[in-house]
């Protein structure tokens, strides 16, 4: 779009995340969602490298034939399995869908940061891959050939139909609903529940003292993705006050409907990949976890709690609650951000 010679300048008041009056997007001033500009400078403080951390003892472990079971061999390739492909499709849905119809310049600053932190999460599991010597062919294509992987990636990229279409506009309510639909599917199922059960698993090897070098990438990257959940919701937050009259109960009740189906998919790839439970996890743990996270999903953009269900693993607070508890960690000691900004 060509740009207009004139002195008017932008007036804050007319800033939207979508739909902005006159946006012009190239001016980050004046700024009105500072949120973003806080998740931006977040994100910046924790900047991190997949290269930066140590992966001999897990070379060690994964090469003797003493540490792990077979199971556990099974169950560390299935969940980078998962995760190999999972940040790729985030991204795309940030550079492909999200930013072109963003209308706020300090919104797209961050994700144009988060991409960044995608393509981060990426090179770790190649990273992981890599030092321990897997089949990288196998374990990237697993969610083309794991049907429960298989079916969460469907399930996400079918939110992708339409916002992709180059013809897409927001605008209307029918299209600015399927946009905000798109951010609650991405946000609070993709970057919210669908990494949790993975996270779950990965953080009981590193309890175990077993493969800690790979359970510290994931802890960073655990410690990004619920950044990029804290942002989605302040995202949808926004939204809901700038257009309210998108936030129908109809819409609620189909990303409750929406959220009630993911946990049931993400259930199927836990109880499915470790039919036998992995490293004391448990069906009736995951269950309960996975139950648990999806709670607090629903309450963090105000809408009613389904399960009630209390939190399994504390100790999974804890891994991201870093702050709280620097010695959980074997491998070495991180400048963590304060644990408020942790926080669901
Ligand atoms: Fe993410």
Same mark, same amino acid.
């Given at each position: 779009?060509?740009?207009?010679?004139?002195?008017?300048?932008?007036?804050?008041?007319?800033?939207?995340?979508?739909?902005?009056?006159?946006?012009?997007?190239?001016?980050?001033?004046?700024?009105?969602?500072?949120?973003?500009?806080?998740?931006?400078?977040?994100?910046?403080?924790?900047?991190?490298?997949?290269?930066?951390?140590?992966?001999?003892?897990?070379?060690?472990?994964?090469?003797?034939?003493?540490?792990?079971?077979?199971?556990?061999?099974?169950?560390?390739?299935?969940?980078?399995?998962?995760?190999?492909?999972?940040?790729?499709?985030?991204?795309?849905?940030?550079?492909?869908?999200?930013?072109?119809?963003?209308?706020?310049?300090?919104?797209?600053?961050?994700?144009?940061?988060?991409?960044?932190?995608?393509?981060?999460?990426?090179?770790?599991?190649?990273?992981?891959?890599?030092?321990?010597?897997?089949?990288?062919?196998?374990?990237?294509?697993?969610?083309?050939?794991?049907?429960?992987?298989?079916?969460?990636?469907?399930?996400?990229?079918?939110?992708?139909?339409?916002?992709?279409?180059?013809?897409?506009?927001?605008?209307?309510?029918?299209?600015?609903?399927?946009?905000?639909?798109?951010?609650?599917?991405?946000?609070?199922?993709?970057?919210?529940?669908?990494f949790y059960s993975a996270f779950a698993v990965i953080f009981?090897?590193?309890?175990?003292?077993?493969?800690?070098?790979?359970?510290?990438?994931i802890?960073?990257?655990m410690?990004?993705?619920?950044?990029?959940?804290?942002?989605?919701?302040?995202?949808?937050?926004?939204?809901?006050?700038?257009?309210?009259?998108?936030?129908?109960?109809?819409?609620?009740?189909?990303?409750?409907?929406?959220?009630?189906?993911?946990?049931?998919?993400?259930?199927?790839?836990?109880?499915?990949?470790?039919?036998?439970?992995?490293?004391?996890?448990?069906?009736?743990?995951?269950?309960?976890?996975?139950?648990? *996270? !999806?709670?607090?999903?629903?309450?963090?953009?105000?809408?009613? &709690?389904? %399960?009630? /269900?209390?939190?399994?693993?504390? $100790?999974m607070?804890?891994a991201?609650? *870093? !702050?709280?508890?620097?010695?959980?960690?074997?491998?070495?000691? &991180?400048? %963590?951000? /304060?644990?408020?900004?942790?926080? $669901?």
């Amino acid at each position: 779009m060509p740009i207009e010679f004139t002195t008017k300048r932008t007036n804050v008041n007319d800033r939207r995340i979508i739909n902005g009056k006159d946006a012009d997007v190239v001016q980050l001033h004046p700024m009105k969602h500072t949120f973003a500009w806080d998740a931006y400078n977040m994100g910046n403080t924790n900047h991190w490298l997949p290269t930066e951390i140590g992966m001999q003892k897990d070379v060690e472990q994964w090469r003797s034939n003493s540490v792990l079971t077979e199971d556990e061999r099974h169950a560390f390739q299935v969940v980078l399995g998962f995760f190999t492909t999972a940040d790729s499709l985030a991204a795309n849905n940030i550079v492909l869908a999200t930013y072109r119809h963003i209308t706020s310049p300090e919104v797209r600053m961050y994700l144009l940061r988060q991409a960044y932190e995608e393509a981060i999460h990426t090179h770790a599991y190649q990273y992981i891959v890599e030092s321990l010597g897997l089949d990288g062919g196998s374990i990237f294509n697993m969610y083309r050939e794991i049907e429960s992987i298989y079916n969460k990636a469907s399930f996400i990229l079918s939110f992708n139909e339409g916002i992709f279409d180059p013809n897409f506009k927001t605008g209307d309510f029918e299209s600015d609903q399927k946009f905000l639909e798109n951010l609650c599917v991405f946000s609070l199922i993709m970057e919210g529940i669908f990494f949790y059960s993975a996270f779950a698993v990965i953080f009981g090897f590193q309890r175990q003292g077993k493969m800690v070098g790979s359970a510290e990438q994931i802890q960073y990257i655990m410690r990004d993705e619920s950044n990029h959940l804290n942002f989605g919701a302040d995202l949808i937050e926004t939204i809901k006050e700038e257009q309210p009259e998108l936030w129908t109960p109809e819409f609620q009740d189909r990303i409750t409907n929406l959220i009630k189906e993911a946990v049931d998919l993400e259930y199927t790839f836990a109880t499915t990949c470790f039919p036998r439970g992995i490293m004391g996890i448990s069906q009736d743990g995951f269950r309960q976890y996975i139950e648990y *996270i !999806a709670d607090r999903r629903l309450q963090r953009v105000g809408l009613p &709690i389904v %399960y009630g /269900t209390e939190n399994p693993f504390p $100790w999974m607070s804890e891994a991201v609650d *870093i !702050a709280k508890e620097k010695n959980f960690f074997e491998t070495r000691v &991180i400048e %963590y951000q /304060t644990g408020g900004a942790l926080e $669901w």
